[in-house]
């Protein structure tokens, strides 16, 4: 399943690999494997991003109460608030990690 053993971000719940083979990035949250296109990852962050700020407020942030839908409908991620914190950090640091080696390439590349 993974094609490189370049690990960009990992914590408790799960990580993120670079795929040579799809020039993409591996996700794996919990018991979800994903593999998303830079666009995608940078779509999902966002995503998360306003679901936890539409749910800040949730009094218990350990209850499975946050449902993600997908594109299938018959397919919903049941996460706690907690859980979705978790996820997004991995995100959030994926891109900054991305945008890191993408500003190194540049400066690599110039004479």
């Given at each position: 399943?993974?094609?490189?053993?370049?690990?960009?971000?990992?914590?408790?719940?799960?990580?993120?690999?670079?795929c040579n083979c799809q020039n993409a990035i591996h996700l794996t949250f919990g018991n979800v494997s994903l593999l998303l296109t830079r666009p995608q990852l940078n779509e999902l962050a966002g995503y998360i991003f306003e679901i936890l700020i539409k749910n800040f407020a949730?009094?218990?942030r350990d209850h499975k109460c946050i449902y993600l839908p997908t594109y299938d409908q018959c397919l919903t991620f049941v996460m706690t608030y907690n859980e979705?914190?978790?996820?997004?950090?991995?995100?959030?640091?994926?891109?900054?990690?991305?945008e890191i080696e993408e500003a190194l390439n540049i400066n690599t590349n110039e004479p």
């Open positions: 399943m993974f094609c490189s053993p370049k690990l960009y971000h990992h914590n408790d719940t799960g990580f993120t690999r670079q949730v009094e218990d979705l914190k978790k996820l997004f950090e991995i995100l959030e640091n994926t891109e900054m990690i991305l």
